[in-house]
């Protein structure tokens, strides 16, 4: 199946390669899941599985995972047992809005609710969640500069925020969409922060 692994430039390296989990009951059914412990699904193991697969055989300077167990148990799937824990990769405090989905927190607010602009009750802002993801990427920045490349393993908001904090503009991350088990690359173009690769999910497999 290496063939099926992703194709990257050579150009834009190194490469800051995110995954986001594999589909748990409440990212099925579009929960917000914050500090709840999920377990992934049926499908979502075979998500994460796959995730691997797009992953080919690169080798990692560093790959670093949320504490989640959907995120540890999608980089051990993904053939990354040694995934180091980074507290700082676990996903937006949802506050009083965790286990809600957006039209539950809309018909509750009375309006159309979005969580980048809107925010939440008791949980994070967008610049709290942009500012652990800097820290991050102060983590990884000594290993790429060393010309290797990162792996992270976490979150759908969480990767967001991440890429649209290394693009420079947190609030960017609303328009960047990211499914369950969906592997992603950041990398540089000319010494310009870029995306490489977006939301890329392979196909179920015979």
Known sequence: MEELSLALPAATRPHLVLVRHGETEWSRTGRHTGATDVPLTDEGREQARRAGIALGRREFGLVLTSPRQRARDTAALAGHPEAEVEPGLVEWDYGEYEGLTTPEISEQVGRPWLLWTDGVPGGE??????????????????????????????????????????????????????????????????????????????????
Do not use: Q
Not at 125 to 153: K, N, Q, W, Y
């Open 125 to 206: 802002t967008l610049a709290e969640v942009a500012e652990r993801c800097r820290d991050v990427i102060d983590r990884v920045t000594p290993t790429l500069e060393a010309g290797e490349d990162v792996l992270l393993f976490a979150h759908s908001h969480l990767l967001r925020v991440f890429a649209a904090t290394w693009l420079g503009e947190p609030m960017l991350g609303r328009s960047l969409y990211l499914g369950t088990g969906a592997v992603s690359v950041l990398g540089r173009e000319h010494g310009n922060p870029a995306v490489v690769k977006w939301n890329i999910i392979l196909p179920a497999l015979d």
